[in-house]
Every structure is written in structure tokens, then in C-alpha cells.
DNA sequence: AACAAAATTGAACACTGTTCAATTATTTTT
DNA sequence: AAAAATAATTGAACAGTGTTCAATTTTGTT
């Protein structure tokens, strides 16, 4: 019992997963998801309590394909590098899946979401985290407080800059290429942070 | 004629600014806007084509009334200072206007809104045109290219940044208050710029 | 005053998320 | 094996969304 239930639960992410990819987030309603799946409207929501949190089920999927990513990096013994292979993996990855990572960054602007659920949470810190620890290599003269905020910002930068990357209104940006783009802001911040904290 | 067509305009632009202010942008419908300025749904798509270039003109609107804010900064001596004041008043106005400021920047994550339109192109054009004057000032050495580069990326971080400023997501970093995250990105990318350039 | 032109209207259409009584399938008990 | 109890599945129905357009009302002209 539990197990079909899984199984439904599986088969709707799976087939959403398809159709975010295929058509985009805006392809993604109950009732398209439910002819492409097979199951009726009602199914949807007695596995998922409402599309909210059909989306937030597939955000955590798609943290989990980028973490998987991210393992696979063979670590260097310089943190600069390490940090660049991050960010080339990050970019990479958003730039693949731009649809999958548009339903989840959607998911931080809309105003009702006060809180984001704790199990997804749980999922977005890894990434920072995993950046936190080539950059606490860097700055250890920074007091544990400063190195916080200042990886703070750098990730939230990043983050957000992410959204920027899928969308068509940054194609005037021919110059640089997008990968560029977020690696260039990586190393001047990281520049800026070693002379000014004089590192 | 036009004279009244123009009030109708004006008075649904204004009405809608009340509401998007004083209720958040998923207030902002045709039938709400139609019940709350008293014309009905069938006068506002006389008046615009749809809602999507409503919302445009409503966004001209806020991207004027933060030039505004802008212009009435005396200019100081110090690139660096004037830097820091346009990213001063730049924050504040977002952080003033959260709602509106939603309004405008979920336009550019829309996967269908391909090409924004040329007159609010235009507008947003201004803001990263003011830094770049006084970025100038900084880094005479670099090339014309090089220099548009670093400025387009420090403003889309910026840019992108604020739509984080006003989503309560962002409250976890309580360590650090929301201007000065931003002068933080700030000033350490025109340090790092500074000292990887060489100027 | 009668006519012509323009502006305004709101019911109607196709879509959205969501609910929940009725149906169907499964499990348990007799 | 049949009957009863339980659980899972369904899709019509509700309230909302953007958008259209024939019918109405208002305005301007002869």
C-alpha cells in the first residue's frame, strides 16, 4: 500500500519532471499533469497537499541532481580552483536544466511562501556549504563571523545571479559568456575580500 | 478625447499602484483593479492591451520615481563615495517599495515575456548608466571593453541581489542588515577589480 | 432632433488551483 | 466464498484568473 502510493508519488514527480523540462514551469498545472500522467486530478492531490508542494518535492530533486554533480568534482589542493570548479559545475548545471532551475527559484519570490519548508532548506544549504569550506581555507585570519557574512553574500550573489542566467533578457550580455559571467564575479569578490581584509 | 483617455490611464495606473502597495502584486487583477477604480474589466483592456503591459507601465513608473531619487544625490569628489550613495539609495527605494520593486523584477523572470519592451528597456538602462560614470572615474586603465564587462556584472549582481532584499527568505542573515549587504558586494568587487586590474 | 461615431460595458470562454461526495478497489471479517 | 469494512481514486463543481467582443451607452456631428 505504502509502496503504490510511493509508486503514484514517483510516477507524477517523474512525468512533472518531464514536462517542466520539455515545456516549462508554466506547463506545469494539475490538470496537464494529470492527463500526462494518467492519473486523475484528485490523485494529485492526495499525494501532494497542494502544487505548492508537488513543486517543492521536485525542487529537492533537482538539489539532489546538482549535489550529485558536485560529488563527483575531484578535489584540488588549491581552494581557488576548487571554488571555480564549483561555480563551472553550478552554472553548468542551471544552464541544462534552466527550467528546473526557474520552478525553484520561482519558488523564493513568491511573497506567500513565507517560510520554505524545512526539508528543502535543509537541501539549498548544502550548497553554500560545500563553497564555505574552500573558502574558509582562504580567509583564516577572518573571524568565523566575518567569513559567514562574507560567504553570504558571495553565495547569495551567486543565487541570484543564477536567475539571470536562464532568462532570454541577459542575451544582450554577448560579451561575456554566462559561465564567465558568475566565475568573473566569483574571482573579483575573492580578489576584493584578500586585499581588503588584507588576507 | 485623448485628454480623457489619459485620465482613465492615469487613474487605473494610479489605482493599481495602491493596490500593488498596499496589498502585494497578487492583488494586482483585472477584476480588482476594475471593482477598486470603478471602471470596468472591458475599460482597462482599452486602455492596455493586457495586464502584462499594464504592468510594464506601471514599471516605467517606479523606474521614474527612482531616477528621482537619483538625481537629487549631490555628486562628492570620491567615485568611491558616489558609488556607495547610488547603492544607498538604491536599496532604500526597494526596500521602501518591496511590492512594487516584486512587481518589476518578476517581469524579468517570465519565460514567456521573451523581449522587454524598448521604452522600459530604456528606463532600466538608466540606473546601471549612472554607476557606470563613476565606475569610469575608477578604472580609467581599463579598456572600453573590459570595463562595460565588470560594470554589467557588478549591476546584474545588484540587481539580481535585490530581489532577495524584499523576500523574507533573506531573513536568516540577521548578522548582517540589507544595505550594507549590498555595499559589501559593493565594495569588495571594486576592490578586487582594483587590485586584479592593477589600477 | 436625428444620425453617426466612439467609448464603455459585462457576460461568456478557456484556463487556473482546490475540494469532496460518490464511485471503485482492496482488505478484513464472517 | 460471500459479505462487510476500509481505503484509494475519481471528476464534476466552485471560485478565481486573463481575455474577448457583441451590445449598450455616451459623445460628437450634421
Redesign the interface.
Same mark, same amino acid.
Given at each position: 500500500m505504502t509502496d503504490k502510493k510511493d509508486n503514484i508519488r514517483s510516477a507524477l514527480l517523474a512525468k512533472g519532471r518531464e514536462l517542466v523540462c520539455a515545456k516549462?514551469?508554466?506547463f506545469l498545472t494539475a490538470r496537464k499533469l494529470s492527463e500526462a500522467s494518467g492519473y486523475s486530478v484528485g490523485t494529485i492531490y492526495n499525494q501532494f497537499a497542494n502544487m505548492d508542494e508537488f513543486i517543492f518535492a521536485q525542487n529537492i530533486l533537482t538539489l539532489e541532481a546538482l549535489e550529485e554533480r558536485f560529488q563527483k568534482i575531484l578535489p584540488d589542493s588549491s581552494a581557488y580552483k576548487n571554488l571555480n570548479r564549483y561555480v563551472d559545475v553550478f552554472v553548468g548545471f542551471v544552464l541544462e536544466n534552466p527550467?528546473l532551475w526557474?520552478l525553484l527559484?520561482?519558488q523564493?519570490?513568491k511573497?506567500?511562501?513565507?517560510?520554505?519548508p524545512f526539508a528543502y532548506r535543509r537541501k539549498l544549504a548544502l550548497v553554500p556549504q560545500r563553497l564555505e569550506k574552500e573558502f574558509a581555507k582562504i580567509f583564516r585570519q577572518l573571524s568565523r563571523?566575518e567569513r559567514?557574512?562574507?560567504m553570504?553574500?558571495l553565495w &547569495?550573489?551567486l543565487f541570484? +545571479?543564477s536567475?539571470?542566467l536562464i532568462?532570454?533578457? /541577459?542575451d544582450n550580455?554577448s560579451? &561575456?559568456n554566462k559561465e564567465n +559571467?558568475c566565475k568573473?564575479?566569483l574571482?573579483?569578490? /575573492?580578489?576584493?575580500?584578500?586585499? &581588503?581584509k588584507r588576507v
Open positions: 516549462g514551469t508554466a527550467n526557474m527559484y520561482n523564493h519570490l511573497p506567500e511562501a513565507k517560510v520554505l563571523r559567514k557574512l562574507s553570504q553574500v &547569495l550573489a541570484s +545571479l536567475s539571470f532568462t532570454p533578457g /541577459l550580455f560579451a &561575456l +559571467l568573473l564575479l574571482n573579483t569578490y /575573492l580578489g576584493g575580500l584578500a586585499v &581588503l
